[in-house]
């Protein structure tokens, strides 16, 4: 089996042995991949998984191409990011936070992603300066988190995290530290001890420091990210799932997503509506009804347990609820 031959490698082998064209994609699946314009990169121990999965299931839709991703329509920033983009990768669009993408790498290729265009034609907005960053938080004491995103922060070694961390900690206006990540899910084996020694030596100096998890099915919860995940439950571990067409959009599904999290220390935080993005409008849904299945969630769940339903603004003026 593909998943214990790689088990014992470390999380950045395993990163570096990815599968990287459609060729490599379509003989580990045994099927045509048809031809798209965007990249492919999934690591095996996760592809081993997809195909477990099986065709069209939940695994399956977010990361094998798809011959709809070739249709042109969508947009190409479709939440506005160029408008609120400064450089050096920083995207400041409420006045106490900013997003800060220190790199545009990935664990894995998801084939709905909002960014998929921009990280494809690696913007400039995306491209990180940490000097930068540092003059930026001294010149804005009212910047109060710092949101690691991306690209995905926690692709980075624990070295690199621990360098950039520690230049967030040199300006003191910043209280919080926040992480988007999805390599959690995609690589369980990132979560490990060096990850958390280096988190752990700044938990007092920030008031909070936050691990937001993207995941959107509960089949992405492996057994050993549940094992690996234990051990950060010190820090804020919140979820953000994108509700996404023939993936997540049944109520059961989101119960079990949002029941299973919780379980294991998680809160569930948002429900992203998915956005307008070209090349991923085979996942888009009408806000009609993700309105009713979210609405759907209270007879199952209680509210603490229900994340925020929200979506994003073309305009680039940020976040609001459906419902
Ligand atoms: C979502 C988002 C944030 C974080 O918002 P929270 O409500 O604090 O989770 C910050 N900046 C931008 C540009 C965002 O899109
Ligand atoms: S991990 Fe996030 S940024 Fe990267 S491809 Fe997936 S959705 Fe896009």
Same mark, same amino acid.
């Given at each position: &089996?593909?998943?214990?031959?790689?088990?014992?490698?470390?999380?950045?082998?395993?990163?570096?042995?990815?599968?990287?064209?459609?060729?490599?994609?379509?003989?580990?699946?045994?099927?045509?991949?048809?031809?798209?314009?965007?990249?492919?990169?999934?690591?095996?121990?996760?592809?081993?998984?997809?195909? @477990?999965?099986?065709?069209?299931?939940?695994?399956?839709?977010? +990361?094998?191409?798809?011959? @709809?991703?070739?249709?042109?329509?969508?947009?190409?920033?479709?939440?506005?990011?160029?408008?609120?983009?400064?450089?050096?990768?920083?995207?400041? %669009?409420?006045?106490?936070?900013?997003?800060?993408?220190?790199?545009?790498?990935?664990?894995?290729?998801?084939? =709905?992603?909002? %960014?998929?265009?921009?990280?494809?034609?690696?913007?400039?907005?995306?491209?990180?300066?940490?000097?930068?960053?540092?003059? =930026?938080?001294?010149?804005?004491?009212?910047?109060?988190?710092?949101?690691?995103?991306?690209?995905?922060?926690?692709?980075?070694?624990?070295?690199?995290?621990?360098?950039?961390?520690?230049?967030?900690?040199?300006?003191?206006?910043?209280?919080?530290?926040?992480?988007?990540?999805?390599?959690?899910?995609?690589?369980?084996? %990132?979560?490990?001890?060096?990850?958390?020694?280096?988190?752990?030596?700044?938990?007092?100096?920030?008031?909070?420091?936050?691990?937001?998890?993207?995941?959107?099915?509960? #089949?992405?919860?492996?057994?050993?990210?549940?094992?690996?995940?234990?051990? +950060?439950?010190? +820090?804020?571990?919140?979820?953000?799932?994108?509700?996404?067409?023939?993936?997540?959009?049944?109520? #059961?599904?989101?119960?079990?997503?949002?029941?299973?999290?919780?379980?294991?220390?998680?809160?569930? =935080?948002?429900?992203?509506?998915?956005?307008?993005?070209?090349?991923? &409008?085979?996942?888009?849904?009408?806000?009609?009804?993700?309105? @009713?299945?979210?609405?759907?969630? %209270?007879?199952?769940?209680?509210?603490?347990?229900?994340?925020? =339903?929200?979506?994003?603004?073309?305009?680039?003026?940020?976040?609001?609820?459906?419902?």
């Amino acid at each position: &089996m593909q998943t214990n031959l790689y088990a014992t490698n470390s999380w950045q082998e395993e990163f570096r042995d990815a599968i990287k064209t459609s060729q490599e994609l379509s003989s580990f699946l045994q099927t045509p991949i048809p031809a798209q314009p965007y990249k492919v990169f999934i690591p095996r121990s996760f592809a081993s998984k997809i195909k @477990d999965a099986g065709f069209d299931s939940p695994l399956w839709r977010q +990361f094998v191409p798809s011959i @709809d991703e070739n249709k042109t329509t969508g947009l190409h920033d479709p939440i506005g990011d160029m408008v609120n983009a400064k450089e050096n990768g920083i995207i400041h %669009r409420y006045n106490n936070r900013i997003l800060f993408n220190p790199t545009i790498i990935c664990p894995i290729n998801c084939r =709905y992603c909002f %960014r998929k265009n921009e990280l494809e034609q690696q913007h400039d907005f995306l491209k990180a300066n940490l000097e930068k960053l540092s003059e =930026y938080l001294e010149d804005n004491p009212q910047v109060e988190e710092v949101i690691l995103t991306g690209g995905d922060p926690l692709i980075l070694s624990n070295l690199k995290i621990e360098k950039i961390i520690e230049l967030i900690t040199k300006t003191p206006s910043v209280k919080f530290l926040r992480f988007h990540s999805r390599t959690p899910i995609i690589l369980p084996s %990132r979560l490990d001890q060096g990850l958390f020694e280096v988190l752990n030596k700044f938990i007092n100096r920030f008031d909070a420091i936050t691990i937001a998890i993207h995941v959107n099915h509960s #089949s992405e919860l492996s057994d050993e990210f549940i094992e690996n995940i234990q051990k +950060f439950r010190k +820090f804020n571990l919140v979820s953000q799932s994108v509700l996404l067409k023939d993936v997540n959009d049944c109520p #059961s599904s989101l119960v079990r997503l949002f029941k299973s999290l919780n379980k294991i220390g998680i809160r569930p =935080y948002y429900l992203h509506h998915p956005d307008k993005a070209m090349g991923a &409008m085979h996942f888009h849904l009408s806000e009609k009804k993700g309105a @009713d299945i979210y609405t759907s969630l %209270r007879a199952d769940l209680p509210g603490w347990m229900i994340p925020h =339903y929200v979506v994003d603004s073309p305009l680039g003026s940020g976040k609001s609820l459906v419902v």
